[in-house]
């Protein structure tokens, strides 16, 4: 039975970060924008969700988070969502308006980091660096063990991975898809052909980080607690190396990325045979391991493990003929 | 005690190791155009390359000379066999990016597997020292020779690319690569020395900061990594000039807020400047011709 435990525990991780792949693919695979701090959009939509979920935070439980409206699980999800794509607009409006591309990833570093300070120093609005604890299991209408629980809470899982996944091939087919590749591949033609630019990133980071926020919702859902160290610097560049193995661009590859990457290499390691005294060298052993797959990727296989479609786009029969009689 | 003047001090200290980074990483971009995102690792293997000899009963600032060439030689060799096959197949600058991000995530976890995680220091007869009064400023010796040795470097870094043939090669480069080639400047050469230079500038400004701080972590560099970007960015990316004003102004800010917001949100300051920076003079106050 543990081991069904263990391998649904993995399922609703997969679920998660697959959803977290395909938005960041949006935003980077197929607009360009180096978004480095993706991971704080992923934690905003999961306190939001987390304090809609809870009640009101009261001194003699020595918490102090906002809100706490004791709201069903889909609205909380959906305001965390909201609110990942509204902190969005804000920090993308802020810089992706003129920068160079390499500069936009710094200064959005920048912005996670003061963010992660705020969140982290500042008690009343999420309790500091202790984080929200206790968050209720949603969904649980049966009053399932925590086995079973997690379990059925695969369904919900999948389910909006799966419908996240069908939003994600639709948009990229899509003329708005075919916009973001133009101004991947060169702005300023882009631009000539009357694009604006800007909101299109703004758009496709907006797109991308509302995807963020929801994998941050359906995943405090089984975690029941956030605090800033599960979201440091380090594990954007996880979500990173995943999108970029598995080939940028491209849905499939995504979630290919998730599996070798975080599935894989991740639980591969944990795996590892070593006595417990050289338990703690996993975690460094793990971040070396990714830097070198990261650089091994971009020099030898830079489309990643399945490479993006070219797109081939068909002139109607009757209209080339038309044209050449 | 004038609390002001205290912390202005402590801020010019602060620039001084700013600033020693800060122009190198600047030169470096400068060059290559491309962001060094491993710059802080580099910090970090000069704060334990000083802190391993040290412990091994050599003298703490020849300790910090030959972590200087370690972290030269490093940078050295990872331009050469990592970045160099990346730059000949003409890779997008938001690429080298994230090449050098993988490159600072190995440096980090090489460190945390060699050392752990925990929080080390020099030992007591390096960082145990009385502070002085100096008229109305409060020093250590040490904050005395870190001043001494960044105001010192600056005019040196300053001669060499005025005066030197290596130098002039540099701000040709900068100006111009292709014009510069042309001229039969050897931009292997030059890119070479720039990575020496600038990798051993933050080596040096790593056990300046580790002695500031007090102590450090295999993750302390990059955590100061934005601060370093702040000063290059203010100043104007690829002048050293203006790394030099942008670390003046980083440093004395982020001292000089400690007396209004709380401490915590110290480096936050330095993230507000770059942002402000970014966002309403991305070229700097001395801009390039490079645009951002």
Redesign the interface.
């Known amino acids: 039975m543990t081991l069904v435990y263990y391998a649904a525990n993995l399922g609703l991780f997969f679920c998660g970060y697959v959803i977290l792949a395909l938005g960041l693919n949006i935003q980077f695979g197929y607009a360009g924008v180096l978004n480095f701090a993706y991971i704080a959009f992923w934690a905003i939509g999961a306190y939001i969700t987390a304090v809609f979920m809870l009640g009101p935070s009261t001194a003699f439980s020595g918490e102090t988070y906002i809100l706490g409206l004791r709201l069903p699980f889909i609205v909380a999800l959906l305001a965390g969502g909201v609110a990942a794509g509204l902190l969005a607009v804000a920090m993308g409006g802020l810089i992706l308006r003129r920068l160079r591309g390499d500069f936009i990833g710094i200064g959005l570093f920048a912005l996670s980091f003061a963010l992660y300070d705020v969140v982290g120093n500042y008690t009343p609005l999420f309790n500091g660096w202790a984080g929200v604890i206790g968050v209720p299991p949603p969904l649980n209408f049966f009053n399932l063990n925590a086995e079973q629980y997690i379990l059925y809470y695969l369904i919900p899982s999948g389910l909006l991975a799966v419908l996240l996944y069908w939003v994600a091939q639709r948009l990229s087919r899509s003329p708005y898809g075919r916009a973001l590749r133009a101004l991947r591949e060169d702005e300023t033609v882009a631009a000539t052909f009357g694009k604006n630019t800007f909101r299109l990133r703004l758009s496709a980071m907006v797109i991308g980080c509302i995807y963020a926020g929801l994998a941050g919702g359906l995943m405090i859902g089984f975690l029941s607690a956030m605090a800033p160290a599960s979201w440091s610097a380090a594990e954007t560049f996880i979500i990173w190396t995943a999108v970029i193995v598995g080939g940028l661009g491209n849905n499939r590859g995504s979630v290919l990325g998730v599996l070798v990457i975080i599935i894989l290499l991740g639980e591969g390691t944990r795996l590892l045979p070593l006595p417990l005294e050289m338990q703690s060298l996993v975690p460094p052993l793990r971040g070396i391991i990714i830097g070198a797959v990261l650089i091994a990727i971009l020099y030898w296989r830079p489309k990643g493990l399945i490479p993006e479609e070219r797109t081939k786009y068909h002139l109607v029969a009757s209209q080339n003929s038309a044209a050449n009689p | 005690m004038n609390s002001f003047a205290v912390e202005l001090g402590f801020g010019l200290v602060a620039a001084g190791f700013i600033a020693v980074a800060a122009v190198g990483a600047t030169l470096q971009f400068g060059i290559t155009n491309?962001?060094n995102f491993a710059l802080g690792d580099y910090m970090t293997i000069g704060a334990y390359s000083a802190w391993v000899l040290t412990s091994r009963a050599i003298n703490f600032w020849v300790a910090t000379a030959v972590a200087v060439v370690i972290g030269g030689v490093v940078a050295l060799l990872i331009s050469r066999f990592?970045l160099a096959?990346?730059v000949r197949r003409k890779?997008p600058?938001?690429?080298?990016?994230?090449?050098t991000?993988?490159?600072?995530?190995?440096i980090?976890?090489?460190i945390?597997?060699l050392f752990?995680?925990d929080q080390q220091q020099y030992p007591a007869s390096v960082i145990d020292q009385s502070a002085f009064h100096l008229g109305p400023f409060l020093a250590t010796p040490n904050q005395l020779i870190t001043l001494g040795l960044a105001a010192g470097l600056m005019i040196a870094l300053h001669f060499m690319l005025t005066r030197t043939a290596l130098g002039k090669g540099m701000r040709a480069m900068s100006d111009d690569p292709d014009l510069a080639r042309v001229a039969g400047i050897d931009a292997g050469r030059i890119t070479d020395w720039v990575w020496v230079i600038s990798g051993g500038l933050a080596a040096l400004a790593g056990v300046l900061l580790a002695l500031d701080v007090g102590s450090f972590t295999p993750a302390f560099g990059?955590?100061f990594l934005?601060v370093i970007?702040?000063a290059v960015?203010v100043g104007g990316a690829g002048q050293p000039n203006g790394a030099m004003l942008g670390a003046l102004i980083t440093g004395v800010a982020t001292s000089l807020a400690v007396l209004f917001v709380?401490s915590?949100?110290k480096?936050?300051v330095a993230?507000?400047i770059?942002?402000v920076a970014?966002?309403l003079r991305?070229q700097g106050i001395i801009p390039s011709r490079r645009?951002?």
């Open positions: 491309y962001i990592v096959p990346f890779t600058v938001l690429y080298m990016l994230i090449v991000l993988g490159v600072g995530l190995i980090t976890n090489v945390q597997l752990g995680s990059e955590l934005f970007f702040a960015v709380n915590a949100y480096n936050d993230f507000l770059l942002l970014l966002v991305p645009s951002i």
